[in-house]
């Protein structure tokens, strides 16, 4: 596979049309046009069909869109990986846009580790918020192969992933039927035990969180799809990830088992005594700042 071909920019929207024409508007102000825009629209009833359409009309890089039933960001991802021709992958939210010269800075730095591109995943590339950044260390550029470095990294700090292709057609997010949402360190910690990844320090684009957005709800998402959250934190109890990550991937195991109203799952872990009642106290905080019960 060409990796250098250039990249395909992935979004997956739902009722966002004002929001995704800002990200389209920074992707025509691109300084390096070797891209394509693989819109997936979720359900959208807000005209993103028609926006879109008028958009494809009067562009210079390619727009493909694909529509589905509502089904979640996780489950329009894995659709849109279908659709992208090019040999990397950038997933980025449609309340997010690039920088002018995201697309060349990207390329330039895959391109200046070629010598490695087999053994790397891909790049998470660092995202500005209003007007500060947050850098990782005085380096532009780090390969970081330990699976525990890059799962703390990503703790840290928001990143466009730019992942792949060849990967992403045969590691998807896992999804559980009946639900919407999983967390998507399910896949990036998946391909961190497998390989190494770039973390580009300076950044790409721009972060903007929405009232209605994934963080501002994350307790709520998952809670309302606790079994999705449930095989997410017995898979980060995992030893690659290290004894701290692995200490809190299972209080949270028994919290959003608490969630369930699963008694079984919560005794079939590997959870000791500390865990499991740190796991109770969080669920009861949950309750106390009015997370429903399911």
């Given amino acids: 596979m060409n990796f250098e071909s250039g990249i395909s920019v992935l979004t997956a929207t739902f009722n966002r049309r004002r929001l995704l024409e800002e990200l389209f508007r920074s992707l025509q102000a691109q300084t390096n046009q070797s891209f ?24 210079t890089f390619p727009i ?20 992208a021709s090019h040999g990397l992958v950038a997933i980025v939210d449609s309340d ?12 330039a730095t895959w391109r200046a580790h070629s010598a490695r591109q087999e053994e790397l995943s891909g790049l998470f590339c660092a995202m500005q918020h209003e007007a500060s950044l947050r850098i990782a260390d005085g380096r532009h550029v780090e390969v970081v192969t330990s699976a525990r470095e890059q799962f703390d990294r990503r703790k840290v ?9 060849d990967l992403l057609e045969t590691n998807r997010f896992p999804l559980v039927a009946g639900e919407r949402f999983i967390a998507e360190g399910s896949l990036w910690n998946r391909l961190s035990f497998d390989r190494g990844c770039l973390f580009l320090n300076r950044p790409v684009a721009v972060c903007r969180y929405q009232a209605d957005g994934a963080t501002a709800h994350s ?8 079994q999705g959250t449930l095989r997410y934190y017995a898979e980060a109890d995992d030893h690659r990830l290290g004894r701290i990550n692995r200490f809190k991937a299972r209080c949270n195991y028994q919290r959003f088992a608490l969630h369930a109203r699963d008694d079984d799952q919560r005794a079939n872990s590997r ?23 399911k």
């Fill in 64 to 83: 493909i869109i694909s529509h589905q039933a509502n089904s979640g960001k996780q489950a329009a991802i894995n659709r849109g990986i279908d659709f």
């Fill in 157 to 165: 700090a928001d990143f466009v992933p730019v992942i792949r292709r």
């Fill in 96 to 107: 997010d846009f690039l920088l002018p010269d995201a697309v060349e800075r990207i390329l």
């Fill in 36 to 59: 394509e825009w693989v819109i997936v629209d979720d359900g959208s009833t807000d005209g993103t069909r028609d926006a879109v359409a008028a958009w494809q009309k009067n562009t």
């Fill in 271 to 293: 959870a000791g005594v500390i865990e499991r009642v740190i796991g109770w106290l969080l669920y009861l905080r949950d309750r106390r700042r009015g997370t429903p019960r």
């Fill in 219 to 226: 307790v709520e998402l998952r809670r309302k799809n606790v």
